[in-house]
RNA sequence: UGGGGAUUGGUGUAACGGUAGCACGACUGACUCUGACUCAGUUAGUAAAGGUUCGAAUCCUUUAUCCCCAGCCA
């Protein structure tokens, strides 16, 4: 039962010694005060209107992982009050995807829409205690009337109804007696507020749509602000965790609480999470997708949730991620590198290590027996002796990578050249011996001999002298006539900028409406290489191959990076996502 | 120009009137059958100016900069 996966995703949490930010402190104070009794409930509350993204996964870490560390609960909680933008197949994906990252939530899945019948019933109330009315205003009117950012509102004629009036007409809307955008049932707070979201906000539209859920029952459909705190309020959350950008709403969702007299959540806003060359926004998405700039929501390019997944991260790396990025209400920018080295991280402990050559060049080995296999032991993981070892076949024929080759090498250049000798991998050192070369002038094979007294890789014998041989470079390499042929996808950054969305200096100055941020598109960001070289291993789940909490199989291809095999493959055709690569001190070094 | 937030090394985040610490990055070096991993070391910060105090990142004043708000979206 101890598998390797469960005892790494225990660690990658690791509350304990997590840093106290700003939310942990206001739930120590409150558990100290005991102001909720001890209780803390939080909730994740995503609009079923698009695909989850990293951003998404750092407030689900947060509230899910504050629930637990807690001994709390967390809802899930779909807030679909506008059905012309939301879909069930939003709601499947995002509930596949909160499993995927590793959370359970209490209860049933949950949906504002269970509570459209109790939030109507408070707008009545309100509209009793003359404290909400109807208005006959056109959206243009209502815009005109609010007001600016500097001058106050004007009140709408609906404002001064008798409650009455205003109980009849709200039933009649309710009753779907008017037609769209008629009508619209208001909070009567204060036009003159400096905070533009108290004055006198929409509470319910009139909206003649069939609900994914609720079908044709309602023509009518409350707003966020009025709903959510409802919600939130319906469901006794304690600790209401949410974006900076509600901050403004907050007064507005205290005001319909307590004169309603219900239960009162504290709401904590803290800063999303941005991430640096690429972006995270529904809108922008859903282009990319309809242009074919990817190939999908799960593109792994995306930074959806589901993209991260096929693209190779496992849910421990993610959650790492989240908490090692931290939660503050301050608005920053998160290097990509660091979700990089997350699964790095996490895929160096865990990955099963593999030998494959993307970009092959055949060597011919010319003192070694024509005919002859040998089966070499390699390591799985130097990281955890316990994943053991497992036979590479070896022969007179193989490919290693073509840039682990070079004619005429710089200094420092540890690997194979005319004359050079290196390790290939688990195997022999082996020597160059020459070059073939096509009418072209490019090369097609190399000729190396190689030294029977380094078998295993190991160090040959002291000569007479008592001096022993050294190598500086180690090649991963795949016999020739054992090789498997795989399609291999290398992904990169989807923009080349840090913030896409920026424009450039340089960007043509008219007309300035033509530059977006696809401008900023990476033309590199997908390189499909075929023909690419796997040990046989690959080709088959070995006997030694552990078991993925998620199903997905994830390699380190030595010396390259980390890759998993992709949902397209088929039998005898395996196709393999380059999750990311090894850190590479040489090409950083300006090697390559 | 109204209101609401925010500002600590390159990046992110602690310190809550008492030694500015941690992580990532970068750079050195060691190790190495992955130029990976690991290990050791170096680097670099309180937005600005005043004030209170024995003592200020922390409290006060002023300034600067950034983010959010004028959907019948969430």
Redesign the pocket.
Known sequence: MSDPHTETSREADAPAEA????IR?IIDADQASGKWGGRVHTRF???P?GFLHIGHAKSICLNFGLAKEFGGACNLRF?D??P??EEQRYVDSIIEDIRWLGFRWEGEVRF?SDYFDFMYECAERLVQDGKAYV?????E???KA?????EPGTPSPGRNRSPDENLDLLRRMRAGEFP?????LRAKIDMA?????MRD??MY???HATHHRTGDAWPI?????F??CLEDSMERITHSICT???????PLYDWFLDNLGVHHPQQI?F?RLILNYTVMSKRKFLELVRDGHVMGWDDPRMPTISGLRRRGYTPESIRAFSE????????????V??LE?AI??DL??RAP?RMAVLNPVKVVIENYPEGEVEY?D??N???DASCGVRGVPFAREIYIERDDFMEDPPK????LAPGAEV?????YWITCTGVVKNDAGEIVELRATYDPQ??????PPPDAEGKVRKV?????WVSAQHAVDAEVRMFDRLFTAENPDKRPKDAPEDPPEDWDYKQNLNPESLVTLRGCKLEPMLAERGADEPEWSDGIRRF?F???GYFCIDADSKPGAPVFNRTVT????????G?K
């Open positions: 840093s106290r930010h700003f402190q509350p995503p609009e209107n807030d009050t506008n012309v933008k504002a208005c006959d205003q056109t959206p009117e209502m815009r609010r007001g600016t950012l500097t769209d955008g008629s009508r619209t507020s400096p905070n533009i979201v906000p929409v539209r009139i909206l459909y409350p707003m966020y602000d709903a959510h900076l950008e509600f901050e403004n709403n907050r806003e800063a090692e990025v931290g939660v503050s209400k301050y608005n920053s920018t998160i290097d590198v660091r080295n790095r991280d160096n402990k290590r070499l390699a390591v993981n130097p990281e420092k250049f540890f690997r390790r290939l991998r688990a195997a380094t078998r295993g890789g190991d160090n500086k470079g180690t090649l991963h380190q030595e010396r390259l090894l850190k590479d001190s040489w090409s950083r070094a090697g």
